[in-house]
């Protein structure tokens, strides 16, 4: 999350600071994604980033609506984290050699982002709670469940296809 620059007088302004960062984050990987399904040489893989591009505009979208039901303009927070993941990100999608090895390190790559966002929504979305924002700890969880969704899709193609190929390539 974004470094700690602000004056927080409660939870509330913490909640709010992290959905900054996390609207930052999600901005971010809209633009990475296409560039992951470009990158993957297994369909099924392709496939996974692109359904994950599309569940990432959603994932924005929910975020515009939590600010409005904080009665709040969007505003994104610089995510640090989210840039140095994608940057890890990049740094698969040049990497020479082999394709299969390739999309296993995109799967790694993309499963750091996945972890990454879970974090900061299960924090979220507990601040929502704490708060009684009963209705946007449901929305905050309702991302929450597809980032794990994802993944989960994401380790299943990794142990039934890519990471078998890639360990027999020599």
């Known amino acids: 999350m974004a470094m700690f620059s ?42 996974a980033f692109e359904e994950h591009f599309r569940q990432t505009q959603g994932h924005v979208a929910r975020l515009e609506q939590v600010f409005g039901q904080l009665g709040c303009d969007p505003k994104r927070v610089t995510c640090d984290a989210m840039k140095g993941l994608i940057k890890e990100g990049q740094e698969m999608i040049d990497a020479k050699g082999d394709n299969e090895t390739r999309d296993a390190g995109l799967i790694a790559a993309a499963q750091k982002v996945e972890h990454y966002e879970m974090a900061g929504y299960g924090s979220v979305r507990t601040f929502a709670q704490q708060l009684g924002k009963t209705g946007i700890a449901r929305i905050l969880q309702q991302t929450l469940d597809e980032e794990g969704e994802t993944d989960k899709k994401l380790t299943s193609i990794a142990e039934s296809h890519v990471n078998p190929q890639a360990s027999v390539v020599q």
């Open 6 to 47: 602000n004056e927080f007088h409660g939870l509330k302004d913490l909640m709010i600071n992290q959905l900054e960062d996390l609207y930052d984050a999600e901005n971010r990987l809209t633009e990475a994604l296409p560039l992951m399904a470009q990158a993957a040489t297994a369909p099924n893989l392709k496939s």
